[in-house]
């Protein structure tokens, strides 16, 4: 991580925490004479589902305000708010936390593959595992790599009740993933401070 990254990370940290968020990642590069800042937030782990349109658009608020008042970022800078998406690879326990209702892929140590709906992850006397819906039990550290896959028929049925809750016809878009099918990356912009138009 970078020394701005590291800055960033201070200033927005306290913010997406008194939001009841988990600030999962600062990324800070320059592009030219301005700076981009990336920041990817995510619920908590004990959380299941997708990070709402209107609570990721509060924090990136919250953050564009602290980070404006603090000064962290020098000229002018492009702030990227967005959450981590199904394309994150599973690596870290709350990542399978997080995946809790959501069909996952699983690379074991031993060469075979595991696939279901992730149902619940324990702690056992052995170290955590991972539980499956047909009741298969893996050790996390068993899993070299994990995946959560789109489901998009999933997808359909979320937006199908959605707008028949809002008394719309199910043909319509509707842009929120109330039970966390489907993608994630969700991004909100700003210009920093100093960015003009």
Do not use: C, W
């Amino acid at each position: 991580m970078t020394q701005q990254a590291d800055a960033v990370r201070e200033v927005v940290g306290p913010v997406v925490e008194a939001a009841g968020l988990h600030l999962e990642e600062v990324i800070a590069t320059r592009a030219g004479s301005k700076s981009v800042v990336r920041v990817t937030i995510d619920l908590p782990e004990d959380a299941v589902g997708s990070l709402d349109s209107d609570a990721l658009g509060e924090a990136s608020r919250a953050i564009s305000a602290a980070l404006d008042a603090d000064d962290v970022v020098p000229g002018a800078y492009t702030l990227e708010i967005s959450t981590p998406g199904t394309s994150r690879p599973l690596s870290e326990l709350r990542h399978f936390k997080r995946a809790r209702t959501r069909l996952v892929t699983l690379k074991l140590t031993d060469g075979s593959r595991a696939e279901g709906r992730l149902t619940d992850v324990l702690a056992d006397a052995d170290g955590d595992v991972l539980v499956l819906d047909d009741d298969r039990r893996i050790p996390v550290g068993d899993v070299v790599r994990g995946k959560v896959e789109v489901e998009l028929k999933r997808l359909d049925d979320a937006q199908d009740a959605e707008a028949a809750e809002l008394g719309e016809s199910a043909g319509e878009d509707t842009d929120d993933d109330s039970d966390g099918a489907g993608t994630d990356d969700t991004t909100e912009g700003h210009p920093g401070r100093n960015e003009e138009g």
